[in-house]
């Protein structure tokens, strides 16, 4: 009976243990956690006084978010502490000074500044309103089997906006037309009449080149033409009679092959392009024209003529006055239709552009 009263006793106090545990519960896990609070409570206070000592100081290792900064390339791009102030020269803006374009220069020195293709296109419509007078005298003799081919010429390249007028062989419609006030911008003399011809009518034509004229000489017989006329023209183009040229009846065709000069002759190239070398078909026989050479120092040219290593000599197609005249020293008929009405219309081409060049 002794022994319960003991049990009762270590009841009680077990119940007393327990409830001291509840009141005061084990501190080993409360403890590690206020630790862990205490140090990053610490750390935080650390890294406060560190980002008040360096503001702008980055860390050292940015997190998988940041973005790593300019310090941390080889070539830092610049912040917003290094752009100037407007006291400073402006960076330029689309607005302040636009990018220029790529411009190409319309023209270099010594070039038209007009577009080629309409300056030609205007240059065709000038020469089909020119003003032209022609003598064309193809008469053997009084015998007229041969067609003159200056009309086809002109018909060929259709002008017909201006006044044309081919007087033929009558030297006195070409006077009456010469004065009679028409500002002609191409004048024609073309003699392959074996009958005597009074070049005379070339001296009519001076007061036209002071202006400017242009002027298309076809003479075959100037080595035995002593007037003033065939003096006048080879005294203006400075050339002179180098040798006649003859055609007897058992000639060889190559004896009368003629060339260009110049590989880029506009002549035998503008607008047409003339199968060189030019062959005769042959319809005079004996004296059949001249060939020609150059004064020395004479700003004249020769277009074509016989091969040669002087290029000064054997001329029988020159041009002077700065390409407005042109002096042809063979006939027209010895050579075929179709390559002296391309060559003629380059002839007219030629002078005719060169006229207008100089002429408002």
Avoid at 66 to 79: G, I, K, L, S, V
Avoid at 199 to 219: W, Y
Avoid at 230 to 249: H, L, P, Q, T
Wanted: glycine share 4%; net charge negative; proline share 8%.
């Amino acid at each position: 009976m002794r022994i319960r009263p003991l049990m009762y006793v270590a009841l009680i106090l077990s119940l007393l243990f327990f409830n001291a545990c509840a009141l005061f519960p084990s501190p080993t896990p409360d403890a590690a956690l206020i630790q862990q609070t205490v140090n990053a409570a610490a750390q935080q206070t650390l890294d406060a006084k560190a980002q008040e000592a360096s503001p702008t100081q980055p860390s050292s290792t940015p997190t998988e978010t940041e973005t790593p900064t300019a310090t941390q390339t080889a070539t830092p791009e610049p912040t917003l502490t290094d752009t100037p102030t407007p006291t400073d020269t402006p960076i330029p803006t689309m607005t302040d000074t636009p990018t220029p374009e790529m411009v190409f220069p319309t023209a270099l020195p010594g070039m038209a500044t007009k577009d080629p293709v309409a300056k030609t296109q205007d240059m065709q419509s000038r020469i089909k309103t020119a003003n032209i007078l022609i003598f064309e005298d193809v008469a053997d003799g009084g015998e007229t089997e041969l067609v003159g081919r200056i009309d086809r010429v002109i018909e060929y390249m259709g002008i017909t906006g201006g006044k044309v007028v081919n007087a033929h062989e009558r030297v006195a419609t070409f006077e009456r037309f010469l004065k009679d006030g028409t500002p002609w911008d191409l004048i024609i003399i073309a003699n392959e009449s074996r009958r005597s011809f009074n070049t005379n009518l070339i001296t009519l034509t001076i007061p036209f080149l002071k202006q400017k004229t242009a002027l298309i000489v076809e003479a075959w017989n100037l080595d035995e033409d002593y007037n003033t006329g065939a003096s006048f023209i080879m005294d203006y183009c400075g050339i002179r009679v180098e040798k006649n040229w003859y055609r007897s009846e058992d000639y060889k065709p190559e004896q009368f092959l003629f060339y260009n000069f110049a590989q880029n002759e506009p002549l035998f190239f503008y607008p047409n392009r003339i199968n060189i070398p030019v062959r005769p078909t042959v319809y005079w026989m004996g004296d059949v024209g001249d060939l020609m050479n150059l004064y020395p120092g004479s700003r004249s040219r020769f277009a074509g003529g016989l091969i040669s290593n002087d290029p000064s000599r054997y001329g029988i197609i020159t041009v002077c006055d700065e390409g407005r005249v042109i002096v042809q020293t063979f006939s027209t008929h010895d050579y075929s239709y179709w390559d002296t009405i391309t060559l003629w219309e380059n002839y007219i081409t030629h002078v005719l552009s060169n006229h207008f060049n100089v002429k408002p």
